[in-house]
């Protein structure tokens, strides 16, 4: 089973959480630098986030410096003065752009939309079968526990009748 929300940070939506750490970084404009707290409860306010992101962020943090993009001080990330925060596209030569087909905007969206809902889908599932499972426990306690009720109450009814007994006098009990 491959778990998707350990690749969040990865592959294709590396670039959009670089652009999200560069936008927290530049948006609370700490002069000494913005700590991995900081950046991620920025990032948080504004997306979903998986379960492991704080992990994920600070391995995309230690990526970022080792590409030269951010420097670390005194465990506070700061963006190197020479790093465009935009994302670089190269200009086309006039005969590029009629070459290369149109990107349907709204494709890509709605694949992202898909991707999205299979993630929550998921989860959900995992989270019933998990419901799913406990529910099954709770009632193969309450049948313990019901079963023990009968069981006492058996016990119950022979002591009674044990003491009736002892009051006739047809049991005595030596000591």
């Known amino acids: 089973m491959n778990d998707t929300s350990t690749s969040a940070l990865d592959g294709k939506n590396g670039p959009k959480y670089n652009a999200m750490i560069f936008e927290a970084i530049s948006t609370l404009k700490d002069a000494n630098g913005s700590d991995i707290s900081a950046i991620a409860n920025f990032i948080e306010e504004?997306?979903?986030a998986p379960p492991n992101f704080r992990r994920l962020l600070s391995s995309r943090l230690?990526?970022?410096?080792?590409?030269?993009?951010?420097?670390?001080v005194r465990n506070c990330y700061k963006i190197r003065k020479e790093t465009s925060i935009g994302v670089k596209t190269p200009t086309p030569k006039q005969k590029d752009a009629r070459l290369r087909p149109p990107r349907n905007s709204a494709l890509m969206a709605s694949r992202e939309i898909v991707e999205e809902a299979s993630i929550t889908a998921a989860y959900r599932i995992a989270e019933a079968e998990n419901k799913s499972f406990l529910a099954a426990?709770?009632?193969k306690e309450a049948e313990r526990v019901s079963k023990m009720a009968e069981d006492t109450d058996a016990l119950l009814q022979l002591v009674k009748?044990?003491?009736?007994?002892?009051?006739?006098g047809e049991i005595v009990l030596l000591a």
């Open 46 to 48: 504004r997306q979903e």
């Open 62 to 72: 230690r990526r970022l410096v080792s590409q030269g993009k951010l420097e670390k």
């Open 137 to 139: 426990e709770a009632f």
């Open 161 to 168: 009748e044990i003491y009736e007994r002892c009051s006739r």
